[in-house]
């Protein structure tokens, strides 16, 4: 094939060999220029199918335009034979690098990986799936250029026709659980492929290894890799919470395509202090060693003054986080020594406090629950534990209620009954010696009438009959026959030692509250606050609660305010709801509207927690909106150009909606 001429190419050497086609490096006689030619393997021209597939990839490429993604000059098709030319990129492919230099700084990883997300995340834009991500798809030229190539077996999200449903196409190490299992493939079939490329960037090792495809394909379907910081101590936290999010077995729990896994990536070298990942990558690409000598002493500097303004801030955790990585790069720096001793020191002291602070709240609590116990006051006296304040409580409402009873001239009758509430009490003694002393001060108050008249003879133990000679006062004489005749029959019950109880109607405090809005109904009668900041009086007994959030669940339940719990508060928040608020990238005039699958109305709550109806809204960035989580189509209009999509806010959390109405025309939806 060296001299071949293929059209207007002329064959110069073979570049590679794969399983549909031979690619060679040839020149455009015509613009003098080098290119690579792909070319469909002979015995594959007879199936239609292969024939599609190829032509597929050119078409696929050729709506692509970016910096990072290898382009198409044209497919052609004569003499039964079948190509591609493609740009030609003077370099090495990625796992070839990687086997010339390992990754030592996970932040050049992320560089690298962020600029290949930005390509695919341009696919995905596009609605094109790669299926295909792997190292030897991803070419490094000699200008410190990332390219992506390769898209063979790329799959456009609008055919329905070409979905290779139930085949197994990809490389087993790289490839998503549920392409592994030959099942249809998304957005996120393409983020875990590249959360592989990201593990094999940050270990150098892939994270699904095994002696034969079987094994490999195994731990992909059950996704069992190692933690990545047990390869490298300069991973922190926040990189393994990005990896994670794009190699969850769940593809619903997965970043949901490359672009919200690029903004990931790239707002972590933000906070790292990278702003300009593509640069930085070029000089890298250039000369590695020279490049990597120079980040670590910019490495070591950063994460030791972090350390020590974490440290002097008393942001111990970070200082912590910063200190570890700074010693990894310079241990013998003396100054990282002591702030990681002193660290140590105050992790040890924590320990010790807190063990002594819980000795010391289970001491109290004993010793509270204890005295609690045998609680003795003006009334009670020590019969068993938890007797006493029971007694003394009973005594305490019975006199308070015969003593307001009388000063407001109301009437009360006691009548005993021989059972005695305690065993081994003095209760019936006191009480009635307590009822006496109440009955004399309102005499000697001389503000009785016939009305407050009390109707208690506790004289029960050797009096048959009324003595009138020592009960009688000057008072006494102006109540009329008719009332000494009341008296009498009082006297007659007291006798028999029949027994009424007394009851006393108290109140106890009751505070609610329920987020991020409800009706609330207390014993079926609306409430006019949603939060009350001060206790509502509730008497004792059982009682009723709802909260009615707005189209969504109810809340009710049952409670009992008491002597065991005469102050109570209850809370709620209905956690389903999900909050929004949109960003629009240009016109102040755009028309937003939100609404069901069934294009219904959304019904949502503003920042005031007010009804409203997400219908013509007018945009504003500091605007936001409650809703309930799930599937919406959203609808915006300049007055020039329209969009309609549907998006997905069924994961509970915070969503940015960011609307586009330039020639993009695009909504994305950013989960923070």
């Known amino acids: 094939m060296i001299g071949t001429e293929i059209g207007k190419y002329k064959i110069l050497s073979e570049a590679g060999f794969g399983g549909m086609a031979r690619v060679f490096l040839a020149e455009d006689t015509q613009l003098k220029r080098k290119v690579a030619l792909k070319l469909l393997h002979e015995h594959l021209v007879s199936n239609q199918e292969h024939i599609q597939r190829f032509e597929r990839e050119a078409l696929t490429l050729a709506k692509l335009k970016h910096p990072n993604i290898v ?3 044209e497919y052609q098709s004569e003499n039964n034979r079948h190509f591609i030319v493609n740009e030609f990129v003077d370099g090495v492919s990625l796992k070839e690098f990687l086997l010339k230099q390992p990754q030592k700084y996970p932040l050049i990883s992320l560089m690298i990986m962020t600029q290949i997300l930005g ?37 456009l999200i609008t055919e329905s026709t070409l979905t290779m449903t139930g085949s197994i196409l990809g490389s087993p190490a790289y490839m998503s659980p549920e392409q592994a299992q030959g099942l249809n493939v998304d957005f996120s079939s393409d983020v875990f492929s590249l959360g592989t490329l990201f593990y094999l960037l940050l270990t150098n ?24 910081m047990r390869f490298n101590p300069l991973i922190d936290k926040e990189i393994v919470r990005v990896l994670e999010s794009s190699l969850n077995k769940k593809r619903d729990l997965r970043f949901k395509n490359a672009s919200t896994f690029f903004e990931a990536t790239e707002a972590i070298l933000k906070k790292e202090g990278i702003l300009s990942f593509s640069n930085e990558l070029k000089d890298y690409f250039k000369n590695p060693q020279e490049y990597e000598k120079k980040f670590h002493q910019r490495l070591s500097t950063r994460y030791t003054l972090l350390a020590k303004q974490c440290y002097k801030r008393r942001e111990l ?13 310079s241990p013998k720096n003396k100054d990282l020594q002591i702030i990681a001793r002193k660290l140590k020191l105050i992790q040890t002291t924590n320990h010790f406090w807190s063990f002594f602070l819980f000795l010391l709240f289970f001491v109290i609590f004993f010793t509270y629950s204890f005295i609690k116990a045998i609680k003795i006051d003006e009334y009670g006296s020590i019969l068993s534990l938890g007797k006493a304040s029971q007694i003394s409580m009973l005594m305490k409402n019975s006199l ?24 081994n009490s003095d209760f019936d003694t006191k009480i009635d010696n307590s009822i006496e002393k109440i009955k004399d001060d309102s005499l000697k108050s001389k503000k009785i009438d016939k009305n407050s008249v009390l109707k208690i003879d506790n004289k029960r133990q050797n009096s048959n009959k009324i003595d009138e000679n020592n009960t009688t006062t000057k008072n006494e004489e102006s109540i009329d026959k008719n009332i000494i005749e009341e008296n009498r029959i009082i006297d007659e019950n007291i006798k028999k030692k029949d027994f009424v109880a007394i009851k006393e109607v108290k109140n106890g405090e009751f505070l609610f509250c329920f987020r991020p809005y409800a009706d609330v109904y207390i014993n079926n009668e609306l409430q006019t606050a949603d939060c009350i900041a001060s206790p509502i009086k509730l008497p004792y007994g ?7 959030y707005p189209f969504a669940n109810r809340y009710s339940k049952n409670f009992t305010i008491g002597d065991s719990n005469p102050k109570l508060e209850i809370r709620h928040n209905f ?20 609404k069901t699958e069934d294009k219904e109305s959304v019904i949502a709550l503003n920042k005031n927690k007010k009804k409203v109806e997400l219908v013509q809204i007018k945009s504003n960035k500091n605007s936001f909106y409650f809703i309930q989580p799930g599937i919406y189509t959203i609808e915006a209009n300049d007055g020039d150009l329209y969009i309609e999509k549907n998006i997905d806010l069924r994961k509970k959390g915070s969503y940015r909606i960011i609307i586009d109405l330039t ?4 909504v994305r939806v950013i989960n923070f």
């Open 542 to 548: 059982k009682h009723t609660i709802a909260a009615i």
């Open 400 to 423: 308070n209620f015969i003593s307001s009873e009388i000063k407001k001239g109301g009437e009360v009758t006691l009548l005993y009954d021989t059972t005695p509430i305690f065993e």
């Open 663 to 666: 020639e993009n025309r695009e």
């Open 119 to 155: 390509a695919i995340s341009h696919a995905h834009e596009n609605g094109v799936i790669h299926r295909d991500i792997k190292p030897e798809n991803i070419m490094i030229s000699k200008e410190g250029e990332i390219k992506v190539m390769d898209f063979g077996i790329s799959h």
């Open 575 to 594: 956690s389903i709801y999900n909050t929004i608020y949109f960003e629009v990238k240009t016109g102040e005039n755009i028309d937003i509207s939100l």
């Open 205 to 228: 090792r892939p994270p699904f290894g095994g002696n034969n495809p079987s094994i490999i394909i195994k731990n992909v379907i059950d996704v069992n890799y190692e933690n990545p």
């Open 317 to 329: 955790l970070k200082s912590l986080n910063y200190t570890t990585k700074a010693l990894e790069l």
């Open 71 to 73: 382009q198409v000059h």
